[in-house]
């Protein structure tokens, strides 16, 4: 059985007070996701990273949303591995479609940063998916098939499993246009599906695939009751804390 995973993306959002404010009151819910088996976290801008997590602990996941596949060096601006794990972080956001977008990475360089995560011990959550053009000209799994595939050149089979897999079509990330249950689980499915075509069964039953855009309290639960969708990416809604408790209440 898989776990249920959900996971908050703030992007580039909330000061360190905000985010501070934020963590005293998402506290408590560590319990009760615990008590429900899910997984429960957030992925914070790298400044409110240290700060959130001295209040959450181990009460829900901290992560990242982006890192250096280096592990120090001359990268202006860059944050490296090492300097996420001297803070405790140990989940990290890897080819964000912004970034994949704004910032020109690709699925090779994200190859590089899933490794080197992995063989640091992070926990990499690799996102994939189409922009509306693609989608429109109906070719959407050559294009998710092919970030699969890059994304996971040279990773084991053991450190496979470790890896979760975000699916976002970008036409429904922060537009209120999120895809049908329908599209998420088809997509979702055929995600698990190259992943059984690369390391076998045992590897594409234990992964964890989560759906991403859109994502609200009040629709959450029609994609974690689909058989392929494990959990959720989510930007907006993850901002506020009460949508952030919906999206977990909402669930059970
Ligand atoms: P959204 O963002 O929930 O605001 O659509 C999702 C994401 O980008 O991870």
Redesign the pocket.
């Known amino acids: 059985m898989r776990r249920k995973l959900l996971l908050g993306?703030w992007?580039m959002n909330k000061t360190v007070t905000e985010a501070k404010e934020f963590a005293l009151n998402a506290k408590e819910l560590g319990k009760l996701a615990r008590q429900n088996k899910v997984d429960m976290g957030v992925c914070v801008p790298y400044i409110c990273l240290a700060p959130v997590k001295k209040i959450l602990k181990t009460s829900l996941i901290v992560g990242a949303e982006n890192c250096h596949e280096l592990d120090h060096g001359a990268y202006t601006g860059e944050i490296s591995i090492p300097m996420l794990k001297d803070i405790g972080i140990s989940w990290c956001i890897i080819g964000?479609?912004?970034r994949r977008t704004y910032y020109g990475e690709t699925s090779e360089a994200c190859n590089k940063k899933l490794i080197a995560l992995l063989n640091n011990g992070l926990i990499p959550v690799y996102?994939c998916g189409e922009s509306l053009e693609t989608y429109e000209k109906g070719e959407t799994k050559a294009f998710v098939e092919e970030q699969i595939r890059t994304g996971f050149k040279d990773i084991s089979e053991e450190d496979a499993s470790k890896v979760v897999i975000?699916y976002?079509p970008i036409w429904?990330?922060?537009?209120g246009k999120?895809a049908s249950k329908e599209i998420a689980e088809d997509i979702c499915s055929f995600i698990r599906s190259i992943i059984k075509d690369l390391y076998g069964s045992k590897v594409s039953n234990r992964i964890r695939i989560l759906y991403?855009?859109?994502?609200?309290p009040n629709n959450i639960k029609e994609y974690l009751t689909q058989k392929d969708i494990d959990g959720a990416?989510?930007?907006?809604?993850?901002l506020d804390v009460n949508s952030y408790k919906e999206l977990l209440t909402n669930l059970l």
């Not at 991403?212 to 609200?216: F, I, N």
């Not at 990416?233 to 993850?238: I, K, Q």
Request: net charge neutral; proline share 0%.
């Open positions: 993306n992007k964000h479609s912004e996102c975000a976002e429904s990330i922060g537009t999120n991403g855009g859109s994502v609200k990416l989510v930007g907006g809604a993850s």
